[in-house]
């Protein structure tokens, strides 16, 4: 049973479209009041989850449960209590930005004063409110899109779904949608699961990810945890007395993936998680004089690609 704290729990989730297992196997949980990054390659099955999650595909097998609703048997209860955005923006291109908005509130059965307040609000916090009686088709992709945002908000919906929402904008467009979904989900109290290949636009905004592949979730964390795993592997030593010999022998030794020396930095990628007691014997053992040792921070971007190929 889903608690309290918890938005969306996945058990053992599985979709399997002929031969192709688009949703492998997925088991994760999503906090309240998250903004949750669900981060994977093309073709990864973040669409599938999305709409698995929505009840708008059927599951193989396994289960899950969003705002404590049965994805099989309450999917009625959760369209109602969830906002999404999928691929298509939802919009009618040929109505003014207020008039689309006006409609789905209708369609929410949302009474016209509350609606009218609900639509300005929203729309100053995107700083579209001067320019609400423009068409839609007139409208740059970064505006439709924060308008797609806004629709799937009008009736107030405790978690919202977001599949890729900064694909294909501008890096500026993208920037100010970001901080935007960041802002509402914080003064909204929404729960956010967005979906995203944008590695540093997960890193910028998410407080958890989940990294998915090939239908298999290959973990769950925040960006910190993330990088963190991945720089135990990288040892960066700030010294004098380093020479060639040192940095040679060095990528003999098994463990060693790679090595670089940059004046008084030497950088040492290991092949796996590493504590740095040998390294500062040997470097000792040469001669070095050691100021400092560290762990190097991997990006988020790293992390990910050294999770994809321990998965390959
Ligand atoms: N309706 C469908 N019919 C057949 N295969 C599908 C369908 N939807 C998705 N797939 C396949 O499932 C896999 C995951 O797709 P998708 O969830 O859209 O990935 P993502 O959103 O991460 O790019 C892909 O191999 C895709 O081709
Ligand atoms: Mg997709």
Redesign the pocket.
């Known amino acids: 049973m889903t608690s309290k704290n918890t938005s969306i729990s996945t058990h053992d989730l599985h979709c399997q ?2 031969e ?1 297992r ?1 949703v492998d196997g997925i088991t994760f949980e999503v906090q309240t009041d998250t903004l949750f990054g669900f981060l ?1 390659p ?8 999305i709409r698995l999650l929505l009840g708008l595909l059927e599951a193989s097998s396994g289960s899950a449960e969003v705002l404590g609703f049965d994805t099989r048997t309450q999917a009625d209860q959760i369209r109602l209590n969830c906002g999404a955005l999928l691929e298509q923006t939802g919009l009618y291109e040929r109505l003014s930005a207020e008039d689309n908005l006006d409609l789905f509130g209708r369609i929410w059965h949302i009474p016209a004063t509350e609606r009218a307040e609900r639509i300005r609000s929203l729309l100053e916090k995107m700083g579209l409110y001067d320019r609400r009686k423009e068409m839609v088709n007139t409208w740059s992709r970064g505006m439709k899109q924060k308008l797609a945002v806004v629709r799937t908000l009008m009736h107030n919906p405790k978690l919202v779904f977001l599949d890729e929402p900064t694909d294909g904008l501008d890096p500026v467009a993208a920037a100010s949608l970001r901080d935007d979904l960041v802002d509402l989900a914080r003064q909204h109290g929404v729960t956010v699961f967005l ?1 995203t290949h944008n590695l540093a636009e997960a890193e910028k905004i998410c407080d958890q990810v989940a990294v998915i592949n090939k239908g298999k979730l290959l973990t769950v964390g925040s960006p910190d945890d993330l990088r963190l795993r991945k720089s135990a592997h990288t040892l960066i030593v700030v010294g004098r007395g380093f020479s060639e010999s040192v940095v040679t022998d060095l990528r003999a030794m098994p463990d060693v993936e790679a090595v670089e020396l940059q004046d008084r930095h030497l950088v040492v990628h290991f092949k796996r998680e590493t504590d740095s007691g040998n390294l500062v014997q040997f470097l000792a053992g040469k001669g070095v004089m050691i100021d400092e040792v560290r762990k190097g921070k991997a990006s988020l971007e790293e992390a990910f690609l050294a999770l994809l190929e321990e998965q390959a």
Do not use: D, I, P
């Not at 093309?42 to 989850?49: C, L, M, S």
């Open positions: 479209f002929g192709v688009a994977g093309n073709g990864a099955g973040k669409t599938t989850t979906t």
